[in-house]
C-alpha cells in the first residue's frame, strides 16, 4: 500500500473566524441545566433556528400563567388563541414556530403535517405528554418539551386531599348540606390512619403523595417496575409487585403515565384481585382505569369508593355513570391547578421553548436523547467536524449510485463508556441528508430519517493508547458501495472515505480517499488530483486570485515525490464555474471536484 505525506500551506493573510461564528444556526447549541432536577441531565436541542430571521411566533393554545407569557414576549410574537377547534388549529399552526398547550389540546399527526415544517417545538406546559403524537413530532423534527417539575407538589396534595375528602365523604356531605339536608349517619367516613396506601407509580408525585401519607400515619406500599428501591427506602416505602399492591392495598392511589403498558392497567380482572372495599384515588390519567369496569366493581361493593380527577374522556359525558356515581368524588382535572403551579409551569416550559427556538439545550426535551453538559461542551468542535465530514462525503457520490450503507469509525484514547457518540452521529446524518433532499434533519429526528431513507449507519471504534486529553483522534465517514466524483476519494477498499480531526478547536479534513490532506473545513472545498510537480500551487491560486476567490488553506497529499497528489484548497467563496473550468482545464490536473460545505 502507499503511503502519502502531505503539507500544508496556511495562507497568512487569513484570520481564523471563532468557531462559534463558523456555526450555522441549525446546529447552534449550548448548555441548560435544570437547577430544580435531582439529577442534573440536560439535553441537546438542536433546533432549526429558520424564525431566527425575524421574530419566531409562539401560538399559546391554554390559558398560561403570566409570568410564562411575559417570557415568551421577550422573545417572540405570543398569539394566545384558546379553545380552537383541531381544524382552526391546524389553519393556524402553519403560522407558528412553536406551540404551548396544556392537556386540553390534542396535538395530532395533523398538526404536525400542517405545520409543513414550520413547528419546530411543542411546549406542554406539565407533565403529561399523551395528548401530543410524540411519534409525528418526531418524523417531522419537531422537538417536544414538558414542565415536568413545577407541577408535582399540587398534584400530590390534590391527591391527599382527594383521599382524605373520599375517606370522609366530604363532597357528598357538602352536596346534601347545601340541598338543605342534615344527613350525619349517611356520612360517617373511614380512618385513614394505620390503614394501608398501594401508590402506583412511585415517580415525582407518586412520592410526594407518599411523603405526606406517612405523616397522615398510613401504612404505605408502592409498586413502580422502574424506581429505585433507595428512593423507596428513604422515605419509608416497601416495593411491591403489583398484585401484592392490589391484595393488601386499603387505598390505590394511581401516579403512573398513560402508557400502552398502563391503559386500562384497573380491570375487570385486577379489581377481582382487590380487597373487598378498597378506595381508589386517580390524578395520574384516566385511561389508567377501564372507567366500565369500575362502575361494575363499585356496584359489586368490590371498590367502596373512589376519587377521580381524570378521565378518559375530558369533559366526561354528562350521564356518566361514574361520574353520577353516589361513591365517587370528581374533579375537572384541577391537580395541577394551583396559582404557584401555573406560574411555576409557566415559566418552566416559556424558558424550555424559547431556549429550544434558539438552538439551546433543552433539559426537558422528551423526544432527544440525553447528553451531558460536560460532555456535550467537550464534543462540540467534533459536533461541526461530524456534520461537515458528512456534507463532504455525500457531495463526493455519483449522482444515480445511491447510498445505502455508511460506515462510521471513531478513534479515541478513552474507553467505551467515556465517548457519547450518538450527537456525533446525528450531525454525520444531518451533513450526510440535507444536502440531497429537502428534509430539514436534526438531533430529534435523525436516526429516524436515516432508517427511512433505508440509509444504514453502522459506528466503529478505534481505540487508541496514549492521553485520552482529547475525546476524539479522529473520525471517518465511509460510504460503501457507490461510485465517486471523484475517484481519488475511493480508499483501497473501494469506498468513498473522508477523514477529519480537531485542531485547536477548528475541524480540519486530514483524509480523502488514502491521500493525507489537511484543509480547515471552513467556507468550501476544491479537491484535485495532479501529478505532483512544482508550481501546481501557484497556478490554481493564480486562477482563483483572479476572480477574487479568498483562499483560507491549502494542502497538498501525495503517495511520493512527482507522483500522484491530491491538493485540498479551502476558500471562502464560490468560484466561478469558468474558473472552475480554467482549473481543470490544468494539464496535469487529472480530476477535480468543488464540494460546498
Ligand atoms: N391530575 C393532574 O393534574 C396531574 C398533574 C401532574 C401529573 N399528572 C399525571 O400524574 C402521573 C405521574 O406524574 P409524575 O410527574 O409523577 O411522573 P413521573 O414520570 O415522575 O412518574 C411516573 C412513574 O410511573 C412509573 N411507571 C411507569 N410504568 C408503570 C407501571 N406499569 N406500573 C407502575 N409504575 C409505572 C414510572 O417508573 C415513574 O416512576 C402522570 O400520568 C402525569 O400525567 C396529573
Ligand atoms: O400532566 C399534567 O401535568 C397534568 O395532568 C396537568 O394537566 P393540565 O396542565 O392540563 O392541568
Redesign the pocket.
Known amino acids: 500500500m502507499a503511503t502519502s505525506s502531505s503539507q500544508t500551506l496556511r495562507t497568512p493573510f487569513l484570520k481564523t473566524p471563532s468557531l462559534n461564528s463558523k456555526l450555522p444556526l441549525y446546529s447552534a447549541f449550548s448548555v441548560a441545566i435544570h437547577p430544580t432536577r435531582r439529577s442534573v441531565k440536560p439535553l441537546v436541542v438542536v433546533v432549526s433556528a429558520a424564525a431566527l430571521g425575524g421574530k419566531p411566533t409562539v401560538l399559546v393554545a391554554?390559558k398560561l400563567g403570566d409570568a410564562g407569557i411575559e417570557l415568551l414576549k421577550e422573545f417572540a410574537n405570543v398569539d394566545c388563541a384558546y379553545n380552537l377547534s383541531p381544524e382552526e388549529l391546524c389553519t393556524k399552526i402553519s403560522l407558528c414556530d412553536a406551540l404551548i398547550v396544556?392537556?386540553?389540546t390534542k396535538v395530532s399527526r395533523e398538526v404536525f403535517e400542517s405545520s409543513a415544517g414550520r413547528l419546530k417545538v411543542v411546549g406542554?406546559?406539565?407533565?403529561?405528554?399523551?395528548n401530543v403524537d410524540l411519534a409525528a413530532a418526531t418524523e417531522h423534527g419537531c422537538l417536544v418539551v414538558?414542565?415536568?417539575t413545577a407541577?408535582t407538589v399540587a398534584?400530590a396534595e390534590h391527591g391527599i386531599a382527594l383521599l382524605t375528602a373520599m375517606a370522609r365523604n366530604v363532597a357528598q356531605a357538602d352536596a346534601s348540606v347545601k340541598a338543605g339536608k342534615w344527613q350525619r349517619n349517611k356520612y360517617v367516613g373511614v380512618s385513614v390512619v394505620g390503614k394501608t396506601l398501594a401508590v402506583m407509580g412511585f415517580g415525582k408525585v407518586g412520592s410526594e403523595v407518599a411523603r405526606r401519607a406517612k405523616g397522615l400515619g398510613m401504612h404505605v406500599i408502592a409498586h413502580d417496575p422502574y424506581a429505585p428501591s433507595d428512593r423507596a427506602r428513604a422515605i419509608g416505602v416497601d416495593l411491591v409487585s403489583f398484585d401484592e399492591a392490589l391484595a393488601t392495598a386499603d387505598f390505590i392511589s394511581l401516579h403512573m403515565p398513560l402508557t400502552p403498558a398502563t391503559s386500562k392497567i384497573l380491570n375487570d380482572e385486577t379489581f377481582a384481585k382487590m380487597k373487598k372495599g378498597v378506595r381508589i384515588v386517580n390524578?395520574?390519567?384516566g385511561g389508567v382505569i377501564d372507567e366500565e369496569a369500575l362502575v361494575r366493581a363499585l356496584d359489586a361493593g368490590i371498590v367502596a369508593q373512589a376519587a377521580l380527577d381524570?378521565f378518559t374522556q375530558e369533559p366526561p359525558p354528562k350521564d356518566s355513570k361514574l361520574v353520577q356515581h353516589e361513591r365517587v368524588t370528581v374533579t375537572p382535572?384541577?391537580?395541577?391547578?394551583t396559582m404557584e403551579a401555573?406560574e411555576g409551569?409557566a415559566i418552566e416550559v416559556a424558558e424550555a421553548v424559547v431556549g429550544a427556538l434558539k438552538g439551546e439545550l433543552a433539559a426537558t426535551a422528551v423526544n432527544a436523547p440525553m447528553v451531558p453538559a460536560e460532555v456535550l461542551t467537550e464534543l462540540k468542535p467534533y459536533v461541526e467536524l461530524a456534520e461537515k465530514l458528512g456534507r463532504l462525503a455525500v457531495q463526493l457520490v455519483a449522482g444515480g449510485s445511491g447510498m445505502k450503507t455508511v460506515k462510521v469509525t471513531y478513534a479515541s484514547a478513552r474507553g467505551p463508556d467515556d465517548l457519547d457518540t450518538r450527537l456525533l452521529r446525528a450531525m454525520i446524518i444531518k451533513g450526510l441528508i440535507e444536502p440531497i433532499s429537502s428534509v430539514f434533519v436534526n438531533l430529534v429526528n435523525a436516526d429516524f430519517t436515516a432508517k427511512q431513507r433505508g440509509l444504514k449507519i453502522t459506528e466503529e471504534r478505534i481505540n487508541l493508547d496514549g492521553s485520552p486529553e482529547s475525546p476524539l483522534d479522529f473520525i471517518q465517514v465511509q460510504i460503501a458501495n457507490v461510485e465517486s466524483r471523484f475517484a481519488s476519494s475511493i480508499s483501497e477498499y473501494g469506498e468513498i472515505k473522508v477523514e477529519g480531526r480537531v485542531k485547536d478547536g477548528i475541524p480540519h479534513l486530514t483524509k480523502v480517499g488514502s491521500f493525507d490532506v489537511d484543509v480547515t473545513l471552513e467556507g468550501s472545498i476544491i479537491l484535485c488530483r495532479q501529478v505532483d510537480q512544482p508550481g501546481m500551487i501557484g497556478t490554481v491560486g493564480s486562477i482563483l486570485g483572479e476572480e477574487n476567490v479568498n483562499v483560507n488553506f491549502m494542502s497538498v497529499g501525495r503517495i511520493a515525490p512527482r507522483k500522484q497528489a491530491v491538493m485540498a484548497i479551502g476558500v471562502d467563496d464560490q468560484p466561478s464555474k469558468e474558473a472552475l473550468k480554467k482549473i481543470g482545464d490544468v494539464p496535469a490536473i487529472e480530476e477535480f471536484v468543488f464540494l460546498k460545505l
Request: glycine residues 14%; hydrophobic residues 40%.
Open positions: 391554554e396544556r392537556s386540553g406542554r406546559a406539565g407533565v403529561g405528554i399523551d414538558n414542565a415536568p407541577n398534584a390524578v395520574a390519567r381524570v382535572h384541577l391537580g395541577a391547578s401555573q409551569v
